[in-house]
């Protein structure tokens, strides 16, 4: 039995979207927010490690957005605070515009779901700030929301993989 469907069978199911065409196309036509980007966890430019830090401990996240004037001039991520805070050894007290990674690669609301995709696959992120046309953040697009919009796209295929598909069942189950 394949997982994978067979175009050419007939079936009176739903298609439940399990062709690839069809997530193709929607990653072109749907855009950004439609995966409904987390609410924008922020700190001013001006702040140290350690109001990130508790920051990112109180909202239960692994990145903020640094702003300056209202508009996203960088972000700070997990991986920031252990590369460039622990592992070199900074005090906390150090400004979060020292250790952040600057001008972030952005995304609008209106930009398709392909174009963010490649802006993380590109650079390796695990998140992408959302911005407005004036720059101002509007939420946070990270990699479980995309990967809670493609399994949308498979639910059939998703939904029902066993939990270790190289094992198999000793019995059968079911009546």
């Known amino acids: 039995m394949s997982f994978a469907p067979n175009p050419r069978r007939r079936s009176s199911a739903p298609l439940l979207g399990l062709y690839p065409m069809e997530l193709s196309r929607n990653l072109k036509v749907d855009s950004v927010s439609r995966l409904e980007p987390s609410p924008p966890r922020a700190i001013d430019a001006n702040g140290t490690v ?5 920051e990112m401990r109180t909202g239960n996240v692994g990145c903020l957005l640094v702003t ?5 001039v960088g972000i700070f991520t997990e991986r920031d605070l252990l590369t460039r805070v622990l592992a070199p050894g900074k005090p906390l007290d150090t400004p979060i515009r020292a250790c952040m990674t600057a001008n972030p690669i952005t995304v609008s609301p209106k930009d398709s779901v392909r174009a963010a995709v490649k802006r993380m696959q590109k650079g390796g992120y695990r998140h992408l700030p959302v911005v407005d046309e004036a720059g101002r ?3 946070i697009l990270s990699a479980r929301r ?10 059939g295929l998703v939904f029902n993989l066993p939990p ?3 094992r ?3 019995t059968p189950e079911g009546a």
């Not at 350690?50 to 508790?54: K, L, M």
């Not at 300056?68 to 996203?72: A, L, N, P, Q």
């Open 50 to 54: 350690a109001d990130a830090i508790e």
């Open 137 to 139: 953040p509007v939420g």
């Open 168 to 170: 198999y069942p000793e």
């Open 68 to 72: 300056g004037f209202g508009r996203v």
């Open 146 to 155: 995309v990967v809670h919009y493609l399994v949308e796209h498979f639910p």
């Open 164 to 166: 270790d598909p190289d």
